[in-house]
């Protein structure tokens, strides 16, 4: 009888302990996702304030470089309220928002991530779609994968943002000139703090895809060879019936707008 009792007891002492190690396991996992999404609107609000503080500069100019650090200063904070939302409850909790006002934002902090002679084309829906999700998780999910398709790429990096109707869902292609992801690490390439880079931190698509799959959609490598890749993000349009976030009037074609760091 003793001898059933101890044996318990070792075993729920063993599977507490297990329960423990599992919870410190995903706290590390969801900080290092979390300082990853923050670096980009971080160095970006940086840039911005860095370059408003030049001797000389036009009042109109610094106003608008100022507006944008505070924008990213607003992102970040809702990036890091979205992060500790996400590890309360997978499902995040969604509002409305229109596609162009996602981009919007995307291209506000993109602009930090290029280095000289790298260009970054954002291309617009035609339609004025919209989805329901958290814009700053996925802001920050595009973001990583424009960072990782301009590092890719070097110095003479083409970057292409396409967003587009599908069959059934909203489709986000990112698409580079750089050299391709070899074949024997395509199915690792997704997998936490894998990386192929000597600087990498195996962090960037994996949280890319966490947010995906958060928001009911997918994150996948369409395509890549020796002239490049396209990662596809596909996620679920917005059910009707109610208003989005900052929707902008339909446009008769796609707009285009290109970011590029001489």
Do not use: W
């Not at 395509?186 to 928001?215: P, S």
């Not at 993000?233 to 929707?247: H, I, K, M, N, Q």
């Amino acid at each position: 009888m003793h001898s059933n009792t101890r044996s318990s007891g070792a075993a729920d002492q063993r599977d507490e302990l297990a329960r423990r190690h599992q919870r410190l396991a995903a706290l590390g996992e969801m900080a290092a996702t979390l300082a990853h999404q923050v670096r980009t609107p971080l160095s970006a609000a940086l840039l911005y304030a860095l370059n408003a503080r030049q001797q000389g500069l036009p009042a109109a100019q610094r106003d608008l470089l100022l507006d944008r650090t505070v924008a990213c200063l607003h992102d970040l904070e809702r990036l890091v309220a979205g992060m500790l939302d996400f590890t309360r409850d997978a499902r995040l909790g969604q509002q409305k928002l229109s596609v162009a006002a996602l981009l919007e934002s995307v291209e506000y902090s993109a602009g930090a991530l290029l280095k000289p002679g790298q260009q970054l084309t954002i291309k617009q829906p035609r339609d004025a779609l919209t989805l329901d999700g958290r814009r700053e998780a996925l802001a920050g999910a595009l973001l990583n994968l424009l960072s990782n398709a301009l590092e890719a790429s070097g110095p003479g990096a083409r970057v292409t943002l396409t967003a587009c109707r599908g069959p059934v869902n909203l489709e986000l292609r990112v698409s580079d000139n750089g050299p391709g992801v070899p074949e024997l690490i395509r199915e690792r390439i997704f997998d936490a703090f894998f990386t192929a880079r000597r600087d990498g931190t195996g962090i960037g698509l994996a949280a890319a895809r966490t947010v995906a799959q958060a928001h009911g959609g997918q994150l996948t490598l369409e395509e890549s060879g020796p002239s490049g890749s396209t990662f596809l993000l596909s996620l679920p349009l917005a059910s009707p019936g109610r208003t989005a976030l900052a929707a902008p009037p339909a446009v008769p074609e796609s707009t285009i707008r290109s970011c590029v760091n001489p």
